[in-house]
């Protein structure tokens, strides 16, 4: 999978950008955004979906390019979408996109979403690293937790394999590589986290995590 990151200006294809929380009253910021790498192997989320199910079997009929190819794929392609689209939504999450190279299915998940309701006082590396290790499984392993410097600001790497669904504890259990992030411009926190079932890829998509995060901007 190519790791190129993109060096022209973003634009709708490699860039998901995001609207304000409804519980950020703090947030002085508009957008947030994320360049993808090689684009055309990400389906971006359109969580502004008024009828996700729509969307969904219509992003599954661009995706696959033969018209001859199966209905079963299509569909489940169109059910994986939006399960993650569910997921996304129900997270709030500011934006999202999953690995899904052309005429293949969903390999990977990314979003970012903005943590709310954390104490000023709480709005540091070593709160955040507290919070991380003090976090229940099911783990198949002890997390890895490094500390990071993002162009964001200082962040909080959290490897672990870990639920599909974190808030729920339900789902499969995948490899995952969350940045916790504190903007140095903005008194809030982000996560951007990205998920993933091919375990073989690991080291690969853990690489993609950690480009994905370096290119997070609020504007």
């Not at 389906?43 to 009929?61: G, I, S």
């Not at 299509?74 to 999953?98: G, I, M, P, S």
């Not at 293949?104 to 709005?123: M, N």
Request: proline share 7%; aromatic share 6%; charged share 25%.
């Amino acid at each position: 999978m190519p790791q190129t990151p993109l060096t022209h200006a973003a634009d709708t294809a490699d860039t998901a950008d995001a609207a304000d929380t409804a519980d950020a009253a703090s947030a002085d910021w508009h957008q947030c955004r994320v360049t993808l790498p090689a684009p055309h192997n990400w389906l971006v989320l359109d969580l502004t979906a008024e009828r996700p199910e729509e969307w969904a079997r219509a992003a599954a009929d661009e995706h696959f390019s033969a018209d001859d190819a199966p209905a079963d794929r299509r569909d489940a392609f169109a059910e994986d979408v939006l399960w993650y689209w569910a997921l996304a939504a129900r997270q709030k999450a500011l934006c999202a996109a999953v690995l899904a190279p052309q005429d293949g299915g969903v390999a990977a998940f990314y979003c970012v979403r903005e943590l709310g309701g954390i104490p000023a006082e709480s709005l540091r590396l070593d709160a955040l690293r507290a919070e991380a290790e003090a976090a229940e499984g099911p783990f198949f392993r002890p997390p890895e937790i490094t500390e990071v410097e993002l162009p964001l600001g200082a962040a909080l790497r959290v490897h672990r394999l870990e639920p599909t669904d974190p808030e729920t504890d339900s789902g499969n259990v995948l490899e995952g590589v969350a940045h916790y992030v504190l903007p140095r411009a903005h008194p809030t926190v982000l996560e951007s986290r990205l998920l993933w079932q091919a375990m073989g890829l690991g080291e690969e998509l853990a690489m993609v995590a950690d480009e994905l995060a370096a290119s997070v901007r609020l504007v």
